[in-house]
């Protein structure tokens, strides 16, 4: 375990250093201010994805995805984000006590 976190985070530090060693005529390329600047959003998103439908035993669906699912349409009708956030969270609260979901 240690070599791979050893590994991760030299990789990490590598790539955080390199973008002060690279050229401003490549930073300042539009698509890759373009690309810069929705990477985190992307790799977040993959987190949050993967997090919410594995576990340690495999697959599972439970209350976070609902409360993701209201999430999302709460966002789509422009709900305020402290809405948005409590509003899933009570869901899935709720969801859970109630034993629908673990």
């Not at 050893?6 to 698509?31: C, D, H, I, V």
């Not at 809405?83 to 609260?93: G, R």
Request: charged letters at 5%; glycine letters at 8%.
């Amino acid at each position: 375990m240690w070599p791979t976190i050893l590994f991760a985070s030299l990789s990490t530090l590598s790539l955080k250093l390199m973008g002060y060693f690279l050229p401003n005529s490549l930073l300042g390329n539009p698509t890759a201010k373009r690309i810069i600047a929705l990477l985190p959003i992307g790799l977040l998103s993959g987190l949050i994805a993967i997090q919410m439908v594995t576990s340690t035993s495999g697959y599972v669906l439970d209350g976070r995805i609902v409360g993701a699912v209201v999430a999302l349409a709460l966002l789509m009708i422009r709900s305020p984000f402290i809405v948005v956030i409590s509003v899933a969270a009570l869901v899935t609260a709720v969801g859970r006590a109630m034993g629908h979901w673990a």
